[in-house]
């Protein structure tokens, strides 16, 4: 199906599963562990994806998201932490965008970092669940 220049298909539907499998574990740790009021939380998501889709004609990227979410869930952070972070971490993507900071960090950053950041946000993970179900 295709409305103006925006195409839904298997593709699409596939690709909104794919990321509704990662946010769905990490909405229920930001509700359930930090506190965060779920309409807030699911509308302001909502709103989010929408704009980001209009503007740039792809989904958000969610890692950003996702570094924030595994550490706000396993230090039990405030809603106020929460909102805080996501508020500097906005800014800063704002400021590297503009200044083309993020171009020269993407080429100069070995996976290997990459790898060891998604490693230890892991095993944190997995620390605190497991701590949870103790």
């Given at each position: 199906?295709?409305?103006?220049?925006?195409?839904?298909?298997?593709?699409?539907?596939?690709?909104?599963?794919?990321?509704f499998?990662?946010?769905?574990?990490?909405?229920i740790?930001?509700?359930?562990?930090?506190?965060?009021?779920?309409?807030?939380?699911?509308?302001?998501?909502?709103?989010?994806?929408?704009?980001?889709?209009?503007?740039?004609?792809?989904?958000?990227?969610?890692?950003?998201?996702?570094?924030?979410?595994?550490?706000?869930?396993?230090?039990?952070?405030?809603?106020?932490?929460v909102?805080?972070?996501?508020?500097?971490?906005?800014?800063?993507?704002?400021?590297?965008?503009?200044?083309?900071?993020?171009?020269?960090?993407?080429?100069?950053?070995?996976?290997?970092?990459?790898?060891?950041?998604?490693?230890?946000?892991g095993?944190?993970?997995?620390?605190?669940?497991?701590k949870?179900?103790?």
């Amino acid at each position: 199906m295709k409305i103006k220049s925006f195409e839904f298909n298997l593709r699409e539907l596939a690709g909104s599963m794919g990321d509704f499998g990662t946010l769905f574990p990490l909405t229920i740790g930001y509700i359930v562990v930090c506190g965060l009021k779920p309409a807030g939380f699911l509308v302001m998501m909502g709103l989010c994806n929408i704009v980001t889709g209009l503007i740039y004609r792809l989904p958000i990227p969610i890692e950003p998201m996702k570094i924030i979410a595994i550490v706000a869930i396993a230090q039990k952070w405030t809603p106020s932490m929460v909102y805080a972070s996501g508020f500097g971490m906005g800014l800063i993507w704002i400021i590297l965008a503009i200044t083309g900071i993020i171009e020269w960090l993407a080429r100069i950053t070995p996976n290997s970092v990459i790898r060891g950041v998604q490693v230890t946000l892991g095993i944190l993970l997995m620390m605190e669940s497991y701590k949870m179900i103790s």
